[in-house]
Each structure stands twice: as structure tokens, then as C-alpha cells.
């Protein structure tokens, strides 16, 4: 049973009657060297599945996974950030989904995210190529990484980890032949260090192409160009003009669940004037790159919502800093129109959605899968954590 979220939850092992011997030594040999401990409750979480239709066998080319984010719906058809609403803008909170939504005093600690992905398939596949970015930066801004583990169950793959071109942790994996099914679980454990949504950078950032060229997804067209520029005659740029654009994507949009694909542009999610967090995060970048603003796309989570999360980080130059020698990101959630806070936690950046899709990838193959996945994302007790990380 979900604890009330006016209930502080100590952590402590006698506090979880339900732990295992099994999950208790996880925690002594994965995440004894660092200063965090975790606790898993059974129950607890959101898992969607999907079942894809079937594919024909591809001559000598590869059929798609697919990317999970929203519906885990569609015959390979990469699926979206689910990011539910809060409760204020009228859609279940994590609490009503079955998810642990913290209290903003338990935000200080550190954090468990638990994920879980598995695919089935009803006749064997080959050349399996699958990349996961699903593990949280090392360092970003006010977070870190203190920990983490990922293991593999079923037909074996072989599992590779590189850094991409923007940091970014990401994880590799290769089979020559898949008989049946692969699942992949990962933990990660995530502290505070410093206040959220403020990112150091160098001051070259500000200029950086990437950040500054659109995408297919971040075209500024049309209604989008136009707004664009009256929004940055409005005022001054920099920050204010990145205000004023979080404003008007939050406005731009409806949100609603299953009317836009991870192929939607932003000028296609205006046109249908219904989204998920990817259509307004997307919408964002468009108006301020089309302004001269450098930006970048944010896939993580937010604490008390059952899938993960997007938004955006402004890049501009950091005033604290002599001659404007430094720059620093600053982050703007669009979807409810504020700054973020100490319940977001980052996963990956890049310029839009197809940089940072947790998992993708292809194989070859001629019957249907079924993709499931699961996510726990909660505190724990700092004060519990040092006899874990002894080794006691």
C-alpha cells in the first residue's frame, strides 16, 4: 500500500518488512561504495505494455524497436515521454497512477531509479543492435550519479558503455540471435549537490551550432517563425525572452495522451494544437532558436509522475562571470509553464528527441513482439545509508 504523501518515509530497514536477503546483499555489493542506500517496495511503479503487430521479413534491412516513451502502443512505432500532468492541470498525479510522489522535504536525499525493460518475441530474431540511454548523466548541474548497475536476463547480449557528444551515458547491446526474449533492468542512484536547473557551461556554448541550428522536429514554420519574432519584440532576450516562449508553448497546446507520435514536429503539434511534453518542450526550442537563443532538449523524470519527463535548458551567457567567460543552462519546464525545481532529475540532453530516446534500435526478424517496461523513482534515507555503504 502507498504511504500518504503527508508521511515521511524513514528508509530504514525495519520500515520495509517486504525487503528480501536477495535484494539486500544488491544492495551491499552494487551500491556499497557510495554514500546512498536504497529500498525496493513490491507494487510499486507503473509498467505499460505494447503489443506490436507483425512485420514482414525485411530482405537484408532491419525492423525498428520501439522507442519507449508514451503509449507502448503501435505496430513498431516508436512510443513517447508519457510525463502525466499534475494534478492542477487535471491529470492523475503519480499518487492516483501508483507511483510514490515525495513530499518536497524528502527532496534532499538521495534517489532510487529503478527501470525495467523486456522484449518478447514469438519467433526468433537476428542482429539485434539496441542502444538504451536510460542512466542519468554522471554530473548535471545540482545532480549527481553516485551509482549504477545494469543487468541482462534471458537470451544472452553482449553490453558495451561510451560517452556520446554530449555526455550522455549510453549503453550498447549486440545479439547475433534472440530465440524467445532479452529484459534489461537498470538502477541508478541520484543525489543533490547543488540547486536544480542551473548547469555550468563554458562560455563558447552560447554559440554552439547544435544548440543554435533547428532540427526536423524544432523547424520554426509558419505560425511558429511569426511568433518567434514578436515574441522577441516584446522585451529583452536572454532569460526574459526564454520566459516569454515557456509561456507561449504551455499555451500553444492541449495536453492529451496518444495524439502525437516521437516523428511529430513542432509546427505539426501546433497545427493538431494537442501534445505530450515532447510537442511542448519541442515547440519551446523552436521559438527560441528561431530567436537567436541556444537551447537544448531534457529527457529525465519528475518526481510523483508515473513515466519520464521533457523539457528544455536556455543556454545564455552567466552574468556572475568576467567578461561573460562563462555560460550557464537554465532550465524551463513548458508543459506547466515554470522553472524546475528539486523534483527533476536529468537523464540526457541533446537538440531534440531523437538524441536522448531512452531505447531504440533494430533487428531482423518476422513475427510480432511485445515490449513491457516498469520505472521506481523514490527517496531514501541518507541517515540509513551508512551501515549499506560499510558493507554491514
Same mark, same amino acid.
Request: charge should be positive.
Given at each position: 500500500?502507498?504511504?500518504p ?11 520495509f ?11 551491499r555489493t552494487a551500491?556499497?561504495p557510495?554514500a546512498?542506500?536504497f529500498?525496493?517496495q513490491a507494487?510499486?511503479g507503473?509498467e505499460?505494455?505494447?503489443t &506490436?503487430g =507483425? /512485420?514482414s521479413r525485411p ?11 508514451h503509449?507502448?502502443?503501435g505496430?513498431?512505432?516508436p ?7 499534475s ?7 503519480? #499518487?492516483?497512477?501508483g ?6 522535504q524528502?527532496?534532499e536525499g538521495a ?12 519467433t526468433p530474431?537476428k542482429?539485434?543492435?539496441h ?8 554530473t ?9 548497475r545494469?543487468?541482462?536476463?534471458g537470451?544472452p547480449?553482449l /553490453?558495451?558503455e561510451?560517452?556520446?557528444?554530449f555526455g ?7 545479439a547475433?540471435?534472440?530465440a524467445?526474449?532479452v529484459?534489461?533492468?537498470?538502477? !541508478?542512484?541520484?543525489?543533490?549537490i ?5 548547469t ?5 556554448a ?6 543554435l541550428?533547428?532540427?526536423r522536429?524544432t ?7 511569426? !511568433? ?6 516584446e522585451? =529583452?532576450g ?8 515557456? #509561456? ?5 497546446l ?7 507520435? /516521437?516523428?511529430?514536429?513542432?509546427a505539426?503539434?501546433?497545427?493538431g ?8 518542450a519541442h515547440? &519551446?526550442l523552436?521559438?527560441?532558436?528561431a ?13 510523483g509522475e508515473?513515466?519520464s519527463? #521533457? ?12 567578461n561573460h567567460?562563462? !555560460?550557464?543552462?537554465?532550465?524551463f519546464?513548458p508543459?506547466?509553464d ?10 540526457a ?5 531523437d538524441d536522448?530516446?531512452?531505447?531504440f534500435?533494430t533487428?531482423?526478424g518476422?513475427? =510480432?513482439?511485445?515490449?513491457s517496461?516498469?520505472k521506481?523513482?523514490?527517496m ?12 554491514s
Amino acid at each position: 500500500m502507498q504511504a500518504p504523501n503527508n508521511q515521511r518515509r524513514s528508509g530504514r530497514a525495519q520500515d520495509f518488512p517486504w525487503l528480501h536477503a536477495r535484494e539486500m546483499r544488491f544492495l551491499r555489493t552494487a551500491i556499497s561504495p557510495v554514500a546512498g542506500h536504497f529500498h525496493r517496495q513490491a507494487g510499486v511503479g507503473t509498467e505499460r505494455r505494447s503489443t &506490436m503487430g =507483425p /512485420v514482414s521479413r525485411p530482405k537484408r534491412g532491419a525492423a525498428e524497436l520501439t522507442r519507449p516513451t508514451h503509449a507502448w502502443r503501435g505496430r513498431f512505432t516508436p512510443v513517447r515521454h508519457p510525463c502525466p500532468m499534475s494534478a492542477d492541470h487535471g491529470r492523475a498525479t503519480g #499518487a492516483q497512477r501508483g507511483v510514490l510522489a515525495e513530499t518536497p522535504q524528502e527532496r534532499e536525499g538521495a534517489f532510487l531509479l529503478e527501470q525495467q525493460f523486456r522484449y518478447t518475441y514469438e519467433t526468433p530474431v537476428k542482429r539485434l543492435r539496441h542502444r538504451l540511454m536510460i542512466v542519468p548523466r554522471l554530473t548535471h548541474g545540482g545532480q549527481q550519479r553516485l551509482g549504477q548497475r545494469l543487468t541482462t536476463a534471458g537470451d544472452p547480449v553482449l /553490453v558495451s558503455e561510451r560517452a556520446d557528444s554530449f555526455g550522455n551515458h549510453v549503453i550498447d547491446l549486440r545479439a547475433a540471435l534472440l530465440a524467445d526474449w532479452v529484459e534489461f533492468t537498470s538502477w !541508478a542512484l541520484i543525489a543533490r549537490i547543488g540547486p536544480p536547473g542551473l548547469t555550468p557551461m563554458p562560455g563558447r556554448a552560447v554559440c554552439d551550432r547544435r544548440l543554435l541550428a533547428p532540427t526536423r522536429l524544432t523547424a520554426a514554420e509558419g505560425v511558429l517563425a511569426e !511568433a518567434s519574432r514578436e515574441l522577441a519584440a516584446e522585451g =529583452p532576450g536572454g532569460l526574459a525572452l526564454a520566459e516569454r516562449a515557456c #509561456a507561449w508553448a504551455r499555451r500553444s497546446l492541449t495536453y492529451e495522451y496518444g495524439v502525437t507520435g /516521437v516523428r511529430t514536429s513542432a509546427a505539426d503539434a501546433l497545427v493538431g494544437g494537442r501534445g505530450v511534453c515532447q510537442d511542448y518542450a519541442h515547440i &519551446m526550442l523552436a521559438l527560441c532558436r528561431a530567436a537567436g537563443l541556444a537551447c537544448r532538449y531534457v529527457s529525465g523524470h519528475l518526481i510523483g509522475e508515473g513515466g519520464s519527463h #521533457a523539457w528544455v535548458e536556455v543556454v545564455v551567457p552567466d552574468q556572475m562571470a568576467p567578461n561573460h567567460a562563462a !555560460a550557464v543552462a537554465v532550465a524551463f519546464d513548458p508543459t506547466h509553464d515554470r522553472r524546475i525545481g528539486a523534483d527533476y532529475f536529468t537523464v540526457a540532453i541533446g537538440r531534440d528527441y531523437d538524441d536522448v530516446a531512452p531505447t531504440f534500435g533494430t533487428f531482423e526478424g518476422e513475427g =510480432p513482439g511485445v515490449l513491457s517496461a516498469g520505472k521506481r523513482l523514490r527517496m531514501l534515507d541518507t541517515e540509513a545509508a551508512a551501515p549499506v555503504a560499510a558493507g554491514s
